[in-house]
């Protein structure tokens, strides 16, 4: 099955930074790619997708890129604000489009 | 517009018990997805419900089961509750498979003693 892995666990910046957070895939076959922001104690929220016919994707702040030779994407937050901080989910479906597989989360923590 | 909603929003039971959590989608859409979240980690894949048919499966055992209504609100049970079943378990919304944008609620907090 699919397995993704998502890199830093932690990242902490200063306000007004950049953040940069990288997820990898396993199943070639995963053609969507969404991102998830959790604040503590409430539900994640989809803040970007991507799918595989496409390389990038820009939404004001936030960018998510894909390279699907290499099996990994990314997402991008710059200008960071301190109500960027919270715990990041990549995910990934698989061949048949109807489950997601999640990485382990980034904690990114934004300081003012 | 109302979000998904899920109920109760927190409960504690007893191992060997079993449990009913529910389920309302986005109205419009016909999709609900169950995940479990374990604290510290992501959401894993449970079940996924598309007009009233079990259309995807997670790795869980067989204490785990679901349903899908005709008005599409859905009902996840699990039984012989086990300490390890603690989790936040999330129901999410969609259009329809594949690859609609899931829309999360905001959980049901289970905590088995």
């Known amino acids: 099955g699919e397995n993704v892995e998502q890199h830093p666990s932690t990242l902490s910046v200063q306000e007004g930074d950049s953040a940069v957070i990288k997820c990898t895939y396993s199943d070639s076959a995963s053609n969507y790619f969404p991102w998830y922001k959790q604040e503590l104690g409430k539900r994640p929220q989809l803040i970007i997708d991507i799918r595989s016919n496409v390389g990038e994707k820009k939404d004001q702040r936030i960018a998510v890129t894909l390279n699907k030779t290499a099996k990994h994407f990314s997402l991008h937050i710059t200008e960071t604000q301190p109500e960027d901080s919270a715990v990041y989910f990549c995910a990934a479906n698989n061949n048949a489009g109807n489950m997601l597989t999640f990485g382990g989360g980034t904690r990114l923590m934004v300081k003012p | 517009d109302a979000g998904v909603t899920q109920s109760p929003t927190h409960l504690i039971k007893t191992r060997g018990q079993h449990v009913t959590l529910r389920c309302s989608p986005i109205s419009g859409h016909k999709s609900v997805s169950w995940y479990q979240q374990v604290l510290g980690q992501g959401p894993q894949f449970i079940f996924q419900?598309?007009?009233?048919?079990?259309?995807g499966r997670g790795n869980f055992p067989d204490r785990f089961s679901a349903r899908q209504f005709p008005n599409y609100s859905s009902e996840l049970n699990v039984n012989a509750l086990l300490l390890g079943d603690s989790a936040l378990y999330l129901c999410?919304?969609?259009?329809?498979?594949?690859?609609?944008?899931?829309?999360f609620g905001n959980g049901t907090r289970l905590t088995v003693t």
């Open positions: 419900y598309y007009e009233k048919e079990e259309r």
């Open positions: 999410a919304s969609s259009l329809g498979p594949p690859n609609s944008p899931l829309h």
